[in-house]
């Protein structure tokens, strides 16, 4: 049997594939369109050809993220929230808090011992903190997303950040870069001020090991680094799964639950 | 001897102990403080402990105008955690009680009060990463981020096992209900019982009487549940002791009268934290004697606290003091010349409070119940506004403000809700303008200090004469 | 003579005035996140066109961010000061500004002395200030200068409901995928500006007369929106309410000597 997830985000679309037996036999990423719901269909599309299945092998999916409820191949749709606590927590069921960085949405997510929601805390109000304000500033240093991570690490006295906005931040780092700043010790910087924002929504929620970080921020090692430091902590990384995967595993997982108990 | 966990109040010991050590080194600055030759001799819990130590707050603490009222502080200070360490390994009924109460009736029961409100301001004034942890584990038990960072730490170090549990809390119902509710938390996980007082929402004589029964009755169950009772002769001591405190503390809050303003900035949360153990001790009235004695020179020979060159800029805090960087009054008044009148945290107005009859054990708990009728905090939060907004337009006119700061503790909502009236009725009374900006009290991550450095800095720069 | 220099993160801006505080030239250039150099050229720039060469300057007076990087020696003032300072020689009458720059906005109460009164400033999110309009301008590919007359005459407004300017670009790419009209984008825009400042200043107080200051006083569809939600007058000061500042900071130095 199969089952779908499928999720959809303000940067990103993702879509995974699964067995019965829970194994995951393809899954997908790729930057959204301006529709979600052909968002959706075309991420599908592509993870069902590098599965080598059809739409209708599909016995059951579930849609999460934007527009879920749009999506028109999807038998059901979940919060994001449920979603990414259920997939973090199958990966490493040791998982109790979850912060989940989104491209314009920064969440904390606190599950229990059998991966249940049992508190959330979202910022969707500002930019600072989300893969936007990363990707504002990866943009000002002329450097990839993928490599801001690489070149935080190698800064060895991360410039302070003092503005929490987005775009002021953006200018702080023109206004360093002209006055001569090591553009390694900005991406510190701006990985610890990340770090910071993240610490400071994940509070809210309570920190309960073991804690992991979701959504391709997750990926940027700086970050990682700097909000081990501030918890005092090591993070559970992800190693053998994309952390951006996380809502499209969950809501497949949903999918083969609901199936199985509708049957 | 019991195990019990003291390090809070061991390690507000010892620092007690270094920062006295350091003053009587005769540096003057954190420059001059060889720390190299202070430790030769320390074991390794003391290098720990001045590791973690501000530096900030140290170099201010040993600066001239600062160094001989803080060694009076730390002396006094320390005397009382010893009493406190000694009194928990020996078995004394530990009460935690709530800034405005009646320590000298719990000390003549022969019991070890501590103020709650207190060490978590302490904690996080002196060392860098303050009480932050403490908080962030009760934050993780399931409480928000915007209670008050004075009680989360509190709690939070139970929970971390560096305060004891309490045989029981005495509380007022003062000075918030988040309060409140919040101490029934330790109660239930301590089993200690939880004596409430209630302070009636008016400041007039009907209302005091009321708060005198209340105040009379959680005694008398205090008294019932320990069968502990009061030693006359032990409590007069105290009272006398307290009058005497009181004494000076009208006399430094008159000479702030004076221009420029002789009583630096530093003191005020030292004299919040000696507020807590009111008449515990001859050393705690050195202290106000010093601070007064000192003001009194500088007036008498016409010494100032700031920098020649600067023009004084008084400001009055209308609510509370940031109390995670205490260099801040330093700095201030190097800085801009910004000296300290008063704030919310420390005015004792004389004309209401008075001094204490100590002829009975009627007379003086009636005059403790005025006092603490009237302690700072208090006092602004019961009744309307006019209280509150009275007691500081006069202030504001009689020691001729140029600027009232209101440092709004963020989870007072009480004291956000006031704002605007006590802003626009100073600004009308007094005409002068009033700074908002948010903090929380015992959490630098709120607020950091350089922040508020640069929000006072911008305001400042705008008061002109 | 004197020179006033506003060196803020969006524009630099300089005056130089004479004795008696008239203007004889003024300059505005991007900062272009470099104040050294912006400055440096604001000061070349302002003693060419009028013809006066350096040593005949009394005094330099720098506000602003960038304020330290004026190269040479300068007083040091506070924009909230020299705003105040300059509005009320420009017109007396002025008893409320808001000013409204590249990244910050604000409110100040003077007296007729131009001496400040109280003030509430936004400098921590780019939604009160001049860089909303800047980003959503580019994402719609419209000129800066273009915004105004465009919104002035739109029939409609499409409202635009993120508060944040990050999060309003992508509302706003939404909107035109939609086939919303780009001047009812911008209007709506606009719109979400003005109640916001007009907000910030009614929370302090409104005391005629009021004017406008900063670059984006330049923008009478935003003047006007501001003046609608105010329910006063928005005066914009003239001859240019960009120079506020810089005038405010020469006449205190012309004052100082």
Known sequence: ?263 | MKDMPIEWFKRLRTTCAVIETGIKTGATSLQELDIEALLKDADDYTKKIVEMLQPDTVDAALRPKNRNVTLAFVQAYGEYLDFVIDGIQKGKKLVYHYFESIPQVLLSMDMVPVCVETIPVLVAALYKDGCEEEIDTLEAEGFPAHLCSAQKGFLGAYLMNEVPAPDYFLKPSVPCDPSNMLFQYLSKLTGAPYIVFDVPYYTNERAFRYYKEELDDAYQQLVKMSGNSVDEEKLKRHVELTNKQLEYIYKIQELRKHKPCPDPGFHRPMDFALYTIFGFSEKVVDYFRIVYEEAKERVEKGMSIIPEDKQEIRTLWTWAFEGYDLSIYHWMEEEHGATYLACGLTILPEEFVGYIDDHDLDSMLEGLARLTFHYPMSRQVTSFADTWINDFTKIAKSHKADCAIFAGHMACKHGWALNKLLSDAIREEAGIPTLRFEMDVADKRFTPPAEVKKTLSEFFETIRH | MYVGCDIGTGYTKGVLIDQDGKILSSCIIPTNADPRTASKTIIEELLKNSNISQDQIKGWGSTGWGRTYLPVEHEELSLINCIAKGINFLSPSCRTVIDVGAQHSMVILLDEKGQVLEFRQNDRCAAGSGRFIEVISEALRVPLEKVSSLVLNAKEKVNVTSQCAVFAESEVIAHVNDGKPVDAILAGIIDSLARSLAAIAKRLSVIDEVFASGGMAKNSALVKEISRYLGKELHTAQPDPQLVGAIGAALFVKEKS
């Open chain 1, 1 to 263: 049997m199969i089952f779908a997830g499928c999720d959809v985000g303000s940067l990103t679309a993702k879509a995974l594939l699964m067995d019965e037996k829970e194994n995951i036999i393809a899954y997908e990423i790729m930057n959204v369109l301006p529709n979600p719901v052909k968002s959706a269909e075309e991420i599908m599309s592509r993870t069902l050809k590098k599965a080598e299945l059809r739409l209708e092998d599909i016995d059951y999916c579930i849609s999460t993220g934007y527009g879920r409820e749009k999506i028109p191949f999807a038998n059901n749709n979940i919060s994001e929230i449920s979603c990414h606590g259920r997939g973090a927590h199958w990966v490493n069921p040791a998982i109790r808090t979850i912060i989940d960085i989104g491209g314009q949405d920064l969440k904390a997510i606190r599950v229990d011992s059998k991966g249940e929601l049992v508190d959330f805390v979202m910022n969707d109000k500002c930019a600072a903190g989300t893969g936007r304000f990363l990707e504002g500033i990866a943009k000002t240093l002329n450097v990839s997303l993928s490599e801001l991570g690489p070149l935080a690490l190698k800064g060895k006295n991360p410039i302070s950040i003092i503005s929490t906005c987005t775009i002021f931040t953006q200018f702080d780092v023109m206004h360093l870069i002209v006055e001569g700043a090591d553009k390694a010790d900005i991406a510190a910087g701006v990985a610890k001020a990340m770090a910071q924002r993240m610490h400071k929504l994940v509070r809210k929620v309570g920190i309960k090991k073991e804690v992991a970080i979701t959504g391709g921020v997750a990926k940027n090692q700086g970050v990682v680094k700097y909000l081990q430091e501030i918890i005092k902590s090591e993070i559970y990384q992800f190693k053998d799964i994309d952390p951006q995967i996380m809502g499209a595993l969950g809501a497949a997982l949903f999918a083969k639950e609901e199936y199985m108990r509708k049957r």
